[in-house]
């Protein structure tokens, strides 16, 4: 929870960003909120990401059904495995925007989804956030079509990698 103080400014450069590219996506309120992010934190899903000794980045791992995902159109899900881990809420800092960190970000994510004794990691991002959807097809994810989330401009493309067995 101290981290909050340095997690909360990355959100508002990365909402604030994402205005300036044209998207509503965390617009209007229906961004990650500091209570969104304390329950991250309570629930262990919470990472924080470090260049040298500052937090730079942050993500959230969700465990369980995501009922966004439970309604995919103009394709489906690889239903190889029993259960899947999401990739939420990733945000990087003005700071070191440009420099790839956000694809360090997501190798350290797939790392600990199977480090927690996940194959299936499933992750969303807005149409237009195409910086977001380079980093996540640059980490090998495959579309696998639209889901809807429960907010205006909630239409998401969807995206999954399916590690192998080890």
């Given at each position: 929870?101290e981290?909050?103080?340095?997690?909360?400014?990355?959100?508002q450069?990365?909402?604030?960003?994402l205005?300036?590219q044209?998207?509503?996506?965390?617009q209007?309120?229906?961004g990650?909120?500091?209570?969104?992010?304390?329950?991250?934190?309570?629930?262990?899903?919470?990472y924080?990401?470090?260049?040298?000794?500052e937090?730079f980045g942050?993500s959230?791992?969700v465990?369980?059904?995501?009922?966004?995902y439970?309604?995919?159109?103009?394709g489906?899900?690889?239903?190889?495995?029993?259960?899947?881990?999401?990739?939420?809420?990733?945000?990087?800092?003005?700071?070191?925007?440009?420099?790839?960190?956000a694809?360090?970000?997501?190798?350290?994510?797939?790392?600990?989804?199977?480090?927690?004794?996940?194959?299936?990691?499933r992750v969303?991002?807005?149409?237009?956030?195409?910086?977001?959807e380079?980093?996540i097809l640059?980490?090998?994810?495959?579309?696998r079509?639209?889901?809807?989330?429960?907010?205006?401009?909630?239409?998401?493309?969807?995206f999954?990698?399916?590690?192998p067995?080890?």
């Open positions: 929870m981290d909050l103080a340095c997690i909360l400014p990355i959100f450069e990365a909402r604030e960003f205005r300036e044209g998207s509503p996506q965390w209007s309120g229906h990650p909120t500091q209570t969104v992010l304390e329950e991250d934190i309570q629930r262990g899903e919470g924080v990401f470090l260049l040298g000794d937090i942050y959230a791992l465990e369980g059904v995501d009922e966004s439970t309604n995919i159109t103009q489906q899900w690889d239903s190889t495995c029993e259960r899947y881990l999401s990739i939420h809420r990733v945000a990087v800092s003005s700071r070191v925007r440009g420099m790839g960190l694809c360090q970000m997501m190798e350290h994510l797939i790392a600990a989804a199977r480090r927690l004794g996940y194959r299936d990691i969303d991002t807005y149409h237009r956030n195409q910086i977001m380079r980093v640059g980490a090998g994810f495959l579309w079509g639209m889901v809807l989330l429960p907010i205006p401009n909630g239409e998401r493309k969807a999954q990698l399916v590690l067995e080890e």
